[in-house]
Protein backbone atom coordinates (compact mmCIF):
# COMPACT_ATOMS: atom_id res chain seq x y z
CA UNK A 1 0.00 0.00 0.00
CA UNK A 2 1.43 3.07 -1.05
CA UNK A 3 2.21 6.82 1.10
CA UNK A 4 -0.53 8.24 -0.63
CA UNK A 5 -3.11 5.41 -0.24
CA UNK A 6 -2.59 5.46 3.70
CA UNK A 7 -3.22 9.01 4.18
CA UNK A 8 -6.41 8.88 1.80
CA UNK A 9 -7.14 6.15 4.84
CA UNK A 10 -6.18 8.00 7.41
CA UNK A 11 -7.91 11.10 6.22
CA UNK A 12 -11.31 8.95 6.04
CA UNK A 13 -10.45 7.39 9.32
CA UNK A 14 -10.85 10.90 11.05
CA UNK A 15 -13.73 12.17 8.83
CA UNK A 16 -15.69 8.92 10.35
CA UNK A 17 -14.60 9.42 13.75
CA UNK A 18 -15.87 13.23 13.79
CA UNK A 19 -18.95 12.57 12.17
CA UNK A 20 -19.34 9.36 14.78
CA UNK A 21 -18.16 12.13 17.51
CA UNK A 22 -21.14 14.60 16.47
CA UNK A 23 -23.75 15.68 18.95
CA UNK A 24 -27.49 14.18 17.98
CA UNK A 25 -29.17 17.70 17.94
CA UNK A 26 -29.29 17.20 14.10
CA UNK A 27 -31.60 14.23 14.19
CA UNK A 28 -33.60 15.61 17.06
CA UNK A 29 -33.73 18.51 15.02
CA UNK A 30 -35.28 16.89 11.67
CA UNK A 31 -37.82 15.22 14.69
CA UNK A 32 -38.56 18.28 15.59
CA UNK A 33 -39.74 19.79 12.28
CA UNK A 34 -41.47 16.62 11.73
CA UNK A 35 -43.33 17.22 14.50
CA UNK A 36 -44.31 20.30 13.69
CA UNK A 37 -45.15 19.70 10.01
CA UNK A 38 -47.46 16.90 11.40
CA UNK A 39 -49.23 18.61 13.91
CA UNK A 40 -50.03 21.64 11.45
CA UNK A 41 -51.39 19.40 9.05
CA UNK A 42 -53.80 18.15 11.35
CA UNK A 43 -55.30 21.40 12.37
CA UNK A 44 -56.01 22.27 9.08
CA UNK A 45 -57.78 18.90 8.45
CA UNK A 46 -59.42 19.39 11.25
CA UNK A 47 -59.98 23.04 10.61
CA UNK A 48 -61.44 22.04 7.23
CA UNK A 49 -63.58 18.88 8.73
CA UNK A 50 -65.08 21.04 11.02
CA UNK A 51 -65.79 24.38 9.21
CA UNK A 52 -67.54 21.68 6.40
CA UNK A 53 -69.64 20.12 9.32
CA UNK A 54 -70.88 23.58 10.55
CA UNK A 55 -72.00 24.71 6.99
CA UNK A 56 -73.98 21.78 6.57
CA UNK A 57 -75.13 21.76 10.32
CA UNK A 58 -76.07 26.11 10.60
CA UNK A 59 -76.43 26.60 6.57
CA UNK A 60 -78.29 23.12 5.59
CA UNK A 61 -75.26 23.13 2.11
CA UNK A 62 -73.92 19.32 1.85
CA UNK A 63 -70.32 19.35 2.03
CA UNK A 64 -70.30 18.10 -2.30
CA UNK A 65 -71.28 21.65 -2.94
CA UNK A 66 -68.97 22.82 -0.77
CA UNK A 67 -65.53 22.01 -2.12
CA UNK A 68 -64.29 19.58 -5.31
CA UNK A 69 -64.55 15.74 -4.58
CA UNK A 70 -61.46 14.34 -2.51
CA UNK A 71 -60.57 17.95 -2.22
CA UNK A 72 -57.97 16.49 0.74
CA UNK A 73 -55.62 15.09 -1.65
CA UNK A 74 -55.19 18.80 -2.93
CA UNK A 75 -54.83 21.03 -0.04
CA UNK A 76 -52.81 18.85 2.19
CA UNK A 77 -49.74 18.72 0.26
CA UNK A 78 -50.13 22.45 -0.87
CA UNK A 79 -49.99 23.41 2.74
CA UNK A 80 -47.38 21.62 3.53
CA UNK A 81 -45.13 22.89 0.81
CA UNK A 82 -46.68 26.23 1.24
CA UNK A 83 -46.03 26.52 5.40
CA UNK A 84 -42.09 24.45 4.73
CA UNK A 85 -41.26 27.63 2.27
CA UNK A 86 -42.55 30.19 4.95
CA UNK A 87 -39.91 28.83 7.42
CA UNK A 88 -42.30 27.97 9.60
CA UNK A 89 -39.95 24.83 10.14
CA UNK A 90 -36.90 26.57 10.80
CA UNK A 91 -35.90 25.45 14.83
CA UNK A 92 -39.29 26.65 16.06
CA UNK A 93 -38.13 24.72 19.45
CA UNK A 94 -35.60 27.90 19.35
CA UNK A 95 -38.51 31.16 18.89
CA UNK A 96 -39.81 33.00 21.39
CA UNK A 97 -43.93 32.56 21.66
CA UNK A 98 -44.81 36.02 19.80
CA UNK A 99 -42.32 35.45 16.77
CA UNK A 100 -44.39 31.50 17.27
CA UNK A 101 -47.43 33.68 16.85
CA UNK A 102 -46.29 36.08 14.18
CA UNK A 103 -44.95 33.31 11.68
CA UNK A 104 -48.08 30.44 12.34
CA UNK A 105 -50.46 33.77 11.70
CA UNK A 106 -48.58 35.41 8.59
CA UNK A 107 -47.73 31.48 7.00
CA UNK A 108 -51.57 30.87 7.39
CA UNK A 109 -52.77 34.00 5.80
CA UNK A 110 -50.26 33.50 2.71
CA UNK A 111 -51.07 29.43 2.40
CA UNK A 112 -54.72 30.75 2.28
CA UNK A 113 -54.31 33.22 0.22
CA UNK A 114 -52.06 31.15 -2.38
CA UNK A 115 -54.91 28.54 -2.01
CA UNK A 116 -57.55 30.87 -3.55
CA UNK A 117 -55.56 31.76 -6.44
CA UNK A 118 -54.93 28.24 -7.24
CA UNK A 119 -58.55 27.25 -6.92
CA UNK A 120 -59.41 29.75 -9.13
CA UNK A 121 -56.94 28.70 -11.63
CA UNK A 122 -57.59 24.44 -11.05
CA UNK A 123 -60.84 24.43 -9.38
CA UNK A 124 -63.02 27.34 -11.13
CA UNK A 125 -65.70 25.45 -13.17
CA UNK A 126 -66.02 23.28 -9.58
CA UNK A 127 -67.98 24.79 -6.18
CA UNK A 128 -66.24 26.31 -3.67
CA UNK A 129 -68.09 27.82 -0.90
CA UNK A 130 -66.86 31.59 0.16
CA UNK A 131 -67.92 31.04 3.92
CA UNK A 132 -65.90 27.70 3.96
CA UNK A 133 -62.95 29.45 2.88
CA UNK A 134 -63.88 32.37 5.94
CA UNK A 135 -64.48 29.58 8.47
CA UNK A 136 -61.88 27.58 7.46
CA UNK A 137 -59.28 30.23 7.81
CA UNK A 138 -60.56 31.21 11.37
CA UNK A 139 -60.41 27.76 12.43
CA UNK A 140 -56.94 27.22 10.96
CA UNK A 141 -55.72 30.36 12.66
CA UNK A 142 -57.06 28.92 16.08
CA UNK A 143 -55.93 24.76 15.71
CA UNK A 144 -52.49 25.72 13.96
CA UNK A 145 -51.42 28.20 16.95
CA UNK A 146 -52.87 25.51 19.63
CA UNK A 147 -51.48 22.64 18.43
CA UNK A 148 -48.02 24.85 18.28
CA UNK A 149 -48.74 26.20 21.59
CA UNK A 150 -48.79 22.88 22.91
CA UNK A 151 -45.71 21.50 21.68
CA UNK A 152 -44.22 24.65 23.43
CA UNK A 153 -45.60 23.92 26.74
CA UNK A 154 -44.60 19.80 26.43
CA UNK A 155 -41.43 21.23 25.52
CA UNK A 156 -41.16 23.56 29.20
CA UNK A 157 -41.73 20.12 30.76
CA UNK A 158 -39.31 18.51 29.31
CA UNK A 159 -36.96 21.19 29.72
CA UNK A 160 -37.95 21.57 33.48
CA UNK A 161 -37.10 17.80 34.09
CA UNK A 162 -33.70 18.34 31.63
CA UNK A 163 -35.02 16.88 28.66
CA UNK A 164 -34.85 18.44 24.62
CA UNK A 165 -32.49 20.64 26.33
CA UNK A 166 -29.05 21.22 24.39
CA UNK A 167 -25.96 20.95 26.23
CA UNK A 168 -23.97 24.71 26.00
CA UNK A 169 -20.50 25.94 26.81
CA UNK A 170 -20.09 29.47 27.18
CA UNK A 171 -17.00 30.77 25.65
CA UNK A 172 -15.22 33.97 25.87
CA UNK A 173 -16.01 37.52 27.87
CA UNK A 174 -17.19 36.91 31.17
CA UNK A 175 -19.33 40.43 31.48
CA UNK A 176 -20.62 39.93 27.36
CA UNK A 177 -21.50 35.95 28.85
CA UNK A 178 -22.91 37.49 32.14
CA UNK A 179 -25.77 39.33 29.14
CA UNK A 180 -26.46 36.29 27.73
CA UNK A 181 -27.67 34.65 30.97
CA UNK A 182 -29.48 37.51 31.81
CA UNK A 183 -31.19 37.93 29.00
CA UNK A 184 -32.41 33.98 29.37
CA UNK A 185 -33.02 34.13 33.03
CA UNK A 186 -35.90 37.36 32.23
CA UNK A 187 -37.60 35.41 29.72
CA UNK A 188 -37.19 32.12 31.65
CA UNK A 189 -35.74 30.01 29.19
CA UNK A 190 -34.66 26.51 29.94
CA UNK A 191 -33.37 25.13 26.50
CA UNK A 192 -29.90 25.04 27.22
CA UNK A 193 -28.60 22.62 29.55
CA UNK A 194 -25.11 24.35 30.70
CA UNK A 195 -22.22 22.34 30.99
CA UNK A 196 -19.74 25.29 31.82
CA UNK A 197 -17.57 28.48 31.43
CA UNK A 198 -14.25 29.02 29.18
CA UNK A 199 -13.13 32.33 30.00
CA UNK A 200 -9.83 34.41 29.88
CA UNK A 201 -9.27 34.30 33.74
CA UNK A 202 -11.08 31.10 34.64
CA UNK A 203 -12.81 31.38 37.74
CA UNK A 204 -11.48 35.05 38.94
CA UNK A 205 -14.16 37.81 39.03
CA UNK A 206 -16.73 36.42 37.46
CA UNK A 207 -20.03 38.49 37.39
CA UNK A 208 -22.70 37.62 39.58
CA UNK A 209 -24.99 36.33 36.99
CA UNK A 210 -22.47 33.62 36.10
CA UNK A 211 -20.79 32.94 39.70
CA UNK A 212 -23.08 29.32 39.96
CA UNK A 213 -21.73 28.28 36.60
CA UNK A 214 -18.56 25.69 36.36
CA UNK A 215 -15.88 26.94 35.00
CA UNK A 216 -14.52 24.44 32.49
CA UNK A 217 -10.68 26.02 32.05
CA UNK A 218 -8.91 28.82 29.86
CA UNK A 219 -9.23 30.36 26.73
CA UNK A 220 -5.89 28.78 25.70
CA UNK A 221 -7.55 25.04 26.54
CA UNK A 222 -10.78 25.54 24.57
CA UNK A 223 -10.24 23.04 21.93
CA UNK A 224 -9.66 20.20 24.30
CA UNK A 225 -12.63 21.12 26.47
CA UNK A 226 -14.93 21.07 23.90
CA UNK A 227 -13.56 17.66 22.29
CA UNK A 228 -13.73 16.28 25.65
CA UNK A 229 -17.10 18.09 26.92
CA UNK A 230 -19.21 17.25 23.59
CA UNK A 231 -21.48 20.18 23.57
CA UNK A 232 -24.16 20.86 21.23
CA UNK A 233 -23.79 23.94 21.06
CA UNK A 234 -20.83 26.67 21.69
CA UNK A 235 -22.42 30.86 22.88
CA UNK A 236 -19.56 32.20 22.29
CA UNK A 237 -18.65 36.49 23.10
CA UNK A 238 -15.41 38.11 22.60
CA UNK A 239 -14.29 41.64 22.85
CA UNK A 240 -13.26 43.46 19.96
CA UNK A 241 -10.13 42.85 18.97
CA UNK A 242 -7.27 41.29 16.22
CA UNK A 243 -6.26 38.37 18.69
CA UNK A 244 -10.43 37.68 19.33
CA UNK A 245 -11.29 37.64 15.28
CA UNK A 246 -8.61 35.06 15.31
CA UNK A 247 -10.18 32.96 18.24
CA UNK A 248 -13.26 33.19 16.79
CA UNK A 249 -12.56 32.15 13.07
CA UNK A 250 -10.86 29.14 15.03
CA UNK A 251 -13.46 28.02 16.75
CA UNK A 252 -15.78 28.44 14.04
CA UNK A 253 -13.65 26.10 11.79
CA UNK A 254 -13.29 23.58 14.83
CA UNK A 255 -17.71 23.41 15.66
CA UNK A 256 -17.61 22.69 11.85
CA UNK A 257 -15.74 20.11 12.02
CA UNK A 258 -17.01 18.50 14.96
CA UNK A 259 -20.26 19.53 13.97
CA UNK A 260 -21.50 21.84 16.86
CA UNK A 261 -23.72 24.36 16.50
CA UNK A 262 -22.09 28.06 17.45
CA UNK A 263 -24.03 31.40 18.80
CA UNK A 264 -22.66 34.64 18.68
CA UNK A 265 -23.97 36.42 21.40
CA UNK A 266 -23.44 40.45 21.35
CA UNK A 267 -24.94 42.54 23.90
CA UNK A 268 -25.77 45.49 21.43
CA UNK A 269 -27.62 43.43 18.82
CA UNK A 270 -29.79 41.46 21.66
CA UNK A 271 -30.99 44.91 22.65
CA UNK A 272 -32.12 46.16 19.20
CA UNK A 273 -35.10 45.09 17.18
CA UNK A 274 -33.73 44.49 13.85
CA UNK A 275 -34.35 42.03 11.02
CA UNK A 276 -30.93 40.13 10.00
CA UNK A 277 -29.65 38.36 7.02
CA UNK A 278 -26.23 37.19 5.68
CA UNK A 279 -24.40 38.85 2.66
CA UNK A 280 -23.07 36.29 0.27
CA UNK A 281 -20.43 38.77 -1.58
CA UNK A 282 -18.91 40.22 1.57
CA UNK A 283 -19.69 37.47 4.41
CA UNK A 284 -21.58 40.83 6.02
CA UNK A 285 -24.49 40.35 8.43
CA UNK A 286 -26.87 43.18 7.17
CA UNK A 287 -29.17 44.16 9.83
CA UNK A 288 -32.53 46.31 8.76
CA UNK A 289 -35.30 47.71 10.62
CA UNK A 290 -39.63 46.87 10.14
CA UNK A 291 -41.28 48.71 7.77
CA UNK A 292 -42.74 51.77 8.86
CA UNK A 293 -46.26 50.89 7.41
CA UNK A 294 -45.86 47.54 9.16
CA UNK A 295 -45.47 49.05 12.54
CA UNK A 296 -48.05 51.77 12.19
CA UNK A 297 -50.38 48.87 11.79
CA UNK A 298 -49.42 47.23 15.31
CA UNK A 299 -49.72 50.55 16.49
CA UNK A 300 -53.27 50.88 15.11
CA UNK A 301 -54.24 47.26 16.29
CA UNK A 302 -52.82 48.20 19.98
CA UNK A 303 -55.06 51.18 20.32
CA UNK A 304 -57.74 49.17 18.99
CA UNK A 305 -57.05 46.58 22.01
CA UNK A 306 -57.09 49.15 24.57
CA UNK A 307 -60.82 50.36 23.52
CA UNK A 308 -61.72 46.90 23.58
CA UNK A 309 -60.78 46.25 26.90
CA UNK A 310 -61.15 49.82 28.05
CA UNK A 311 -64.99 49.37 27.36
CA UNK A 312 -65.35 45.79 28.67
CA UNK A 313 -62.98 46.37 31.62
CA UNK A 314 -65.16 49.60 32.26
CA UNK A 315 -68.25 48.30 32.56
CA UNK A 316 -67.54 45.09 34.70
CA UNK A 317 -65.94 47.37 37.20
CA UNK A 318 -69.42 49.30 36.94
CA UNK A 319 -71.16 46.23 37.96
CA UNK A 320 -68.55 45.04 40.36
CA UNK A 321 -68.07 48.68 42.66
CA UNK A 322 -71.55 47.90 44.25
CA UNK A 323 -70.86 44.45 45.72
CA UNK A 324 -67.26 44.93 46.57
CA UNK A 325 -67.87 48.80 47.61
CA UNK A 326 -70.47 47.32 50.39
CA UNK A 327 -68.18 44.75 51.47
CA UNK A 328 -65.08 47.19 51.83
CA UNK A 329 -67.13 49.56 53.81
CA UNK A 330 -68.82 46.93 55.99
CA UNK A 331 -65.38 46.19 57.07
CA UNK A 332 -63.68 48.86 58.54
CA UNK A 333 -65.64 52.08 56.94
CA UNK A 334 -62.99 53.40 55.12
CA UNK A 335 -62.77 54.83 51.18
CA UNK A 336 -64.07 52.26 48.85
CA UNK A 337 -61.16 53.60 46.33
CA UNK A 338 -57.03 53.68 46.71
CA UNK A 339 -55.89 56.62 44.55
CA UNK A 340 -52.47 55.45 43.48
CA UNK A 341 -49.82 58.34 42.17
CA UNK A 342 -47.52 57.38 39.23
CA UNK A 343 -44.57 58.82 36.99
CA UNK A 344 -46.11 60.09 33.97
CA UNK A 345 -44.50 60.37 30.48
CA UNK A 346 -44.49 64.10 30.92
CA UNK A 347 -42.09 63.51 34.45
CA UNK A 348 -45.44 64.66 36.55
CA UNK A 349 -47.16 62.81 38.76
CA UNK A 350 -51.01 60.65 37.85
CA UNK A 351 -53.08 58.81 39.31
CA UNK A 352 -54.98 55.56 38.62
CA UNK A 353 -57.43 54.33 41.22
CA UNK A 354 -57.61 50.33 42.96
CA UNK A 355 -59.98 48.76 44.68
CA UNK A 356 -58.41 49.53 48.23
CA UNK A 357 -57.02 46.54 49.84
CA UNK A 358 -55.30 47.87 52.80
CA UNK A 359 -56.10 49.10 55.97
CA UNK A 360 -57.17 52.90 56.64
CA UNK A 361 -54.07 53.76 58.52
CA UNK A 362 -51.38 51.46 56.18
CA UNK A 363 -49.02 54.42 56.03
CA UNK A 364 -48.57 55.18 59.36
CA UNK A 365 -47.93 51.18 60.00
CA UNK A 366 -45.05 51.48 57.30
CA UNK A 367 -43.47 54.58 59.11
CA UNK A 368 -43.67 53.30 62.62
CA UNK A 369 -42.35 49.71 61.60
CA UNK A 370 -38.10 50.18 60.92
CA UNK A 371 -38.13 46.87 59.34
CA UNK A 372 -41.33 46.88 57.09
CA UNK A 373 -40.05 50.14 55.92
CA UNK A 374 -36.45 49.17 55.47
CA UNK A 375 -38.00 45.95 53.45
CA UNK A 376 -40.45 47.77 51.29
CA UNK A 377 -37.77 50.22 50.27
CA UNK A 378 -35.93 47.49 48.39
CA UNK A 379 -38.38 46.15 46.45
CA UNK A 380 -41.47 48.12 47.00
CA UNK A 381 -43.72 45.25 47.47
CA UNK A 382 -43.95 43.34 50.82
CA UNK A 383 -44.80 39.74 51.03
CA UNK A 384 -47.03 38.68 53.89
CA UNK A 385 -47.89 42.32 54.19
CA UNK A 386 -49.43 42.86 57.68
CA UNK A 387 -51.38 46.30 56.84
CA UNK A 388 -53.39 44.16 53.98
CA UNK A 389 -57.10 43.40 54.92
CA UNK A 390 -58.16 39.75 54.73
CA UNK A 391 -60.93 40.85 52.41
CA UNK A 392 -58.14 42.85 50.61
CA UNK A 393 -55.98 39.52 50.11
CA UNK A 394 -59.05 37.82 48.21
CA UNK A 395 -59.04 41.24 45.87
CA UNK A 396 -55.77 40.49 45.19
CA UNK A 397 -55.50 37.20 44.71
CA UNK A 398 -57.60 37.19 42.14
CA UNK A 399 -56.30 40.38 40.88
CA UNK A 400 -60.31 42.95 41.58
CA UNK A 401 -58.67 45.38 43.34
CA UNK A 402 -56.95 46.20 39.77
CA UNK A 403 -60.26 46.77 37.73
CA UNK A 404 -60.77 50.41 38.23
CA UNK A 405 -58.11 51.03 36.52
CA UNK A 406 -59.78 50.19 33.74
CA UNK A 407 -61.16 53.63 33.49
CA UNK A 408 -57.73 54.82 33.27
CA UNK A 409 -57.35 52.58 30.72
CA UNK A 410 -60.32 54.17 28.37
CA UNK A 411 -59.27 57.62 29.27
CA UNK A 412 -55.72 56.79 27.28
CA UNK A 413 -53.86 57.46 29.77
CA UNK A 414 -52.72 53.85 30.73
CA UNK A 415 -52.28 50.83 27.99
CA UNK A 416 -53.39 47.59 28.88
CA UNK A 417 -50.17 46.39 28.16
CA UNK A 418 -47.16 47.97 29.02
CA UNK A 419 -44.40 48.65 31.54
CA UNK A 420 -44.67 49.03 35.38
CA UNK A 421 -46.10 51.77 36.42
CA UNK A 422 -43.09 54.16 38.44
CA UNK A 423 -43.84 56.05 41.79
CA UNK A 424 -42.27 59.06 41.78
CA UNK A 425 -39.68 58.13 44.98
CA UNK A 426 -38.51 54.98 42.53
CA UNK A 427 -37.36 57.46 39.80
CA UNK A 428 -33.76 57.94 41.26
CA UNK A 429 -33.22 53.74 40.93
CA UNK A 430 -33.46 53.61 37.24
CA UNK A 431 -30.79 56.10 36.39
CA UNK A 432 -30.12 56.59 32.62
CA UNK A 433 -32.55 53.97 32.17
CA UNK A 434 -35.38 56.25 33.29
CA UNK A 435 -36.32 58.28 30.09
CA UNK A 436 -35.93 55.10 27.48
CA UNK A 437 -39.09 53.48 30.45
CA UNK A 438 -41.32 56.35 30.58
CA UNK A 439 -40.76 56.81 26.80
CA UNK A 440 -43.58 54.37 26.33
CA UNK A 441 -47.24 54.34 27.90
CA UNK A 442 -47.23 52.14 31.12
CA UNK A 443 -49.96 49.17 31.37
CA UNK A 444 -51.71 47.50 33.61
CA UNK A 445 -50.14 44.31 32.47
CA UNK A 446 -46.92 43.31 31.22
CA UNK A 447 -44.02 41.16 30.68
CA UNK A 448 -43.04 41.28 34.46
CA UNK A 449 -46.27 40.58 35.85
CA UNK A 450 -46.73 37.42 33.33
CA UNK A 451 -42.53 36.39 34.18
CA UNK A 452 -43.06 35.73 37.73
CA UNK A 453 -45.40 38.79 39.04
CA UNK A 454 -44.41 39.81 42.76
CA UNK A 455 -42.32 37.15 42.65
CA UNK A 456 -39.38 38.97 40.56
CA UNK A 457 -36.76 40.77 42.36
CA UNK A 458 -36.68 44.64 41.26
CA UNK A 459 -33.91 44.89 39.17
CA UNK A 460 -35.39 42.17 37.16
CA UNK A 461 -38.56 43.82 37.14
CA UNK A 462 -36.24 46.96 35.85
CA UNK A 463 -34.88 44.17 32.80
CA UNK A 464 -37.87 42.64 31.84
CA UNK A 465 -39.23 46.32 30.91
CA UNK A 466 -36.46 47.13 28.92
CA UNK A 467 -37.14 43.91 27.25
CA UNK A 468 -40.66 44.49 26.33
CA UNK A 469 -39.79 48.24 25.17
CA UNK A 470 -37.16 46.93 22.89
CA UNK A 471 -38.89 43.91 21.79
CA UNK A 472 -42.19 45.26 21.42
CA UNK A 473 -44.59 43.83 18.82
CA UNK A 474 -48.53 43.23 18.34
CA UNK A 475 -48.07 40.02 18.43
CA UNK A 476 -45.77 40.22 22.07
CA UNK A 477 -48.88 41.88 22.99
CA UNK A 478 -51.05 39.33 22.42
CA UNK A 479 -49.20 36.71 24.09
CA UNK A 480 -48.92 38.84 27.37
CA UNK A 481 -52.50 39.38 27.23
CA UNK A 482 -53.28 35.75 27.01
CA UNK A 483 -50.81 34.88 29.25
CA UNK A 484 -52.24 37.14 31.71
CA UNK A 485 -55.72 35.98 32.17
CA UNK A 486 -54.00 32.65 32.42
CA UNK A 487 -52.08 34.01 35.62
CA UNK A 488 -54.51 35.56 36.77
CA UNK A 489 -56.83 32.58 36.82
CA UNK A 490 -54.02 30.57 38.52
CA UNK A 491 -53.96 33.28 41.58
CA UNK A 492 -50.03 32.40 40.70
CA UNK A 493 -47.16 35.23 42.27
CA UNK A 494 -50.41 37.49 43.53
CA UNK A 495 -49.87 38.64 46.95
Not at 238 to 256: M, Q, V
Not at 421 to 442: C, D, F, H, N, W
Not at 455 to 483: A, C, N, P
Amino acid sequence: MSDRDVEILGVAAKSVAVQAARPRTAHFRYLTRLMYLVGDLWALTLAHMVAVRGIEHFLAVPGSFQNPYQYHRYYIPFFAITLYLFDGYKSPELRRPDRELELGCKAVFASFVALMVLNFLVFKDQPLSRYLMIIWFGLSCLFLLTIRSIFRVVYSRLWKVGLAQRKAILIGDSSGLSGFQQSLSIQRYNGYKLLGLISETGGESLPKDLASVNVLGTLDKWQSIIERSRPDVLIVSLPSSTESEDLLRSILSRSKDLGIDLELYSRALASSQLNCEPDDFSGCLRFYASSQWSNSVQRVFKALLDVVFGVVGSFVTVLLIPVIGLIIKLQDGGPIFYRSAYLGQDRRNWYYLKFRTMRVNADEILQNDAELKSRFAACHKLKDDPRITPFGRFLRKLSLDEFPQFFSLLAGELSFVGPRTIRQEEAYRYGSMLPQLLSVKPGMTGFWQVMGRQTTTYDERVQMDLFYIEHWSIWLDLILVGKTFWKVLKGEGAY
